[in-house]
């Protein structure tokens, strides 16, 4: 590589990054495996050697090899070590110079953090003994990069590992310190209700987020001005939770980056843990819609309490304002954003297999098949839910569900518009033969999305059932063409059961009744106002009993209220289906 036939010569001082003769007249021959040796400065300090006149130089990380006469390249020590330079340099190697921020000016090396002592932080001693103390950005990098996962850690301060604004897209890399993302974390990690701002993690890989996978506790702090890019399992603080996530938040114009991929959220991608007091405002944005797309966690098998969604969230199948697939349990949560997807959008899950209580959906949601103000499709159970937005879909729109196999109960479609062309229910659009609605009340309006196609199957509580409806009640005001109904539009194969309906059918044209359009079922013990609706009960009442209209005096006085408390019992395909009343009363006077 230097010399093909040097006869009886010496070859000194010389240098390459290819292979060469082993003959021992090569010994002078210095042989480098990569090109960084000749770009950082270090071939061109060797050749120049002790040599007193100026020959050898190089424009360090300009020049790609040493020049003769180049800039000269001196050998020293800044504060990271010993390294080659176009500046001099001292022979012992000085302090780091760390900024407020915890950051090395020089080197960009991170201030280490120290624990909580008599002399630290005293005033955690009692709480937090044995925590490291995070003060600046660049502690948290430090805690991040050089503990095993164990260690706990406590913020003291407002952290900042970037300074800089995402609240428009725009090139980052020039922002030196990257997240280097904590992977295995069994610890505990305090937030003190702190703010972290500006994680960055621009490398799009999987299972991307500040932690990879938790197994201890990690609460009380706010993610603010960060931007984490990543392909599946992708989430703000991270991708999968076997332990506790408590009273985090995401705040202000926050963005994970998710690049064709799925199982995109704000906190937690996939939880079998707990995540509690959690709100999350995170933009989900990418190339493609995410399927499993939730605010708060894409699939969750463990507990989500307590949390918010303050962001509007958009997706591809199972989206939802909290959670896009639930198969744990889902209880005191809030979404105050639009969600939007292609199939199976709710407004606090997607898809549920288990169990979602005591939530609460107030703003739109959006699906081109099975939109839910709760939950896109229901194989579990939706108990003390309610929705106050309007739901939109064109196939399959319901108050609280889509489409339903599981149990609907004590659930309230408060208000809105139901939107759809096929399947639209003040509580659910769809309700499958082993589906059960009861306990639950609706009110809004139900209108066609397309002025010049009317609805098939709308109804004050479920467009098509195939299943059971206890107990429930409706005023909604329906649009409809066939099969409209003020409890059911088509009731294929179901039992419908001690309901009523106070509101007003408009536009139906066929197969139009104030309980239900259309029966092939049975149907017993349901009412309606007769002085607001004077459409027939059913159409085809051959399989209904004690199916009448009251006047409004009658719903005023008491007297419906007192008739469906007494319950009752139905007999249909050999099979005897026993209802209580005692969910029905009312305060007269």
Same mark, same amino acid.
């Given at each position: 590589? !230097? ?31 990569? %090109? ?25 990380? $300009? ?26 340099? *001292? ?52 805690? %991040? ?13 407002? +952290? ?54 938790? $197994? ?10 960060? @931007? ?69 966690? @894409? =699939? ?18 199972? =989206? ?17 954003? *639009? ?15 288990? +169990? ?96 010049? $196609? ?14 059971? !409806? ?7 005001? !329906? ?83 007192? $008739? ?26």
């Amino acid at each position: 590589a !230097i010399c093909s036939d040097y006869g009886s010569g010496t070859i000194t001082n010389c240098y390459c990054t290819y292979e060469y003769s082993k003959d021992k007249k090569n010994e002078g021959v210095t042989k480098f495996e990569g %090109a960084l040796e000749f770009k950082n400065g270090k071939v061109a300090y060797l050749l120049q050697g002790n040599q007193s006149t100026h020959v050898w130089g190089q424009k360090i990380n $300009t020049d790609k090899y040493p020049v003769i006469f180049g800039d000269r390249v001196y050998y020293g020590y800044d504060c990271a070590g010993l390294k080659y330079s176009n500046e001099e340099l *001292p022979t012992t190697q000085p302090d780091h110079s760390y900024n407020i921020h915890g950051f090395c000016d020089v080197c960009h090396a991170h201030q280490e953090a120290k624990p909580v002592s008599e002399t630290h932080h005293p005033e955690l001693l009692e709480t937090h003994s044995g925590y490291y103390a995070i003060e600046n950005g660049g502690q948290l990098c430090w805690f %991040a990069e050089s503990q095993d996962g164990s260690a706990n850690a406590v913020l003291t301060d407002d +952290v900042y590992i970037n300074d800089f604004d995402i609240s428009s897209s725009g090139d980052f890399s020039k922002y030196r310190n990257q997240w280097v993302q904590i992977s295995s974390f069994s610890g505990k990690f305090d937030g003190n209700n702190h703010i972290i701002s500006g994680l960055y993690m621009p490398s799009a890989y999987s299972k991307n987020g500040m932690f990879k996978t938790i $197994t201890g506790e990690v609460s009380n702090f706010a993610l603010k001005n960060f @931007s984490i890019s990543g392909w599946d399992n992708s989430s703000a603080i991270c991708s999968i939770n076997q332990g506790t996530i408590r009273n985090c938040s995401t705040q202000g114009h926050l963005s994970v980056i998710c690049d064709n991929t799925d199982y995109c959220s704000g906190i937690c991608s996939i939880n079998y843990g707990t995540i509690a007091d959690c709100t999350s405002g995170t933009i989900i944005e990418g190339k493609s819609k995410p399927d499993y797309t939730g605010a708060i966690c @894409s =699939v969750n098998y463990g507990t989500v309490d307590n949390c918010k969604n303050n962001v509007s969230v958009q997706g591809g199948l199972y =989206v939802g304002g909290i959670v896009g697939d639930n198969e744990g349990t889902i209880i005191n949560c809030v979404s105050s954003y *639009p969600a939007a997807g292609d199939n199976c959008v709710g407004g606090i899950c997607g898809h549920n297999k288990s +169990v979602v209580s005591n939530c609460k959906n107030t703003d739109i949601v959006d699906s081109m098949t099975n939109a839910g103000g709760i939950c896109g499709h229901n194989e579990g159970d939706i108990l003390y839910c309610s929705n106050q937005k309007s739901v939109t879909s064109p196939n399959g729109s319901g108050g609280i569900c889509g489409l339903n196999s599981g149990k609907i109960s004590h659930c309230t479609n408060y208000s809105g518009t139901l939107s759809s062309l096929k399947n639209a229910g003040g509580i659910c659009a769809e309700n499958l033969t082993s589906g059960t609605i009861e306990y639950c009340s609706a009110a809004g309006e139900i209108e066609s999305l397309d002025i010049k $196609t009317p609805i098939v199957n709308s109804a004050g509580v479920c467009g098509l059932n195939r299943g059971t !409806i206890l107990n429930c009640c409706s005023s909604v005001n !329906i649009e409809g063409n066939d099969c409209v109904g003020g409890i059911v539009g088509e009731n294929k194969a179901g039992i419908i059961a001690n309901c009523y309906y106070k509101g007003i059918i408009n536009n139906g044209d066929t197969n139009v009744g104030s309980i239900c359009g259309i029966n092939n079922a049975t149907i017993a013990y349901c009412y309606y106002d007769s002085d607001r609706e004077s459409t027939e009960a059913c159409p085809n009442n051959n399989l209904a009993e004690n199916v009448v209209g009251k006047s409004s005096k009658a719903f005023r006085s008491g007297e419906v209220a007192y $008739t469906l408390s007494q319950g009752g019992t139905i007999t249909a395909n050999g099979k005897t289906t026993t209802f209580d009343g005692e969910y029905w009363g009312q305060h007269l006077g």
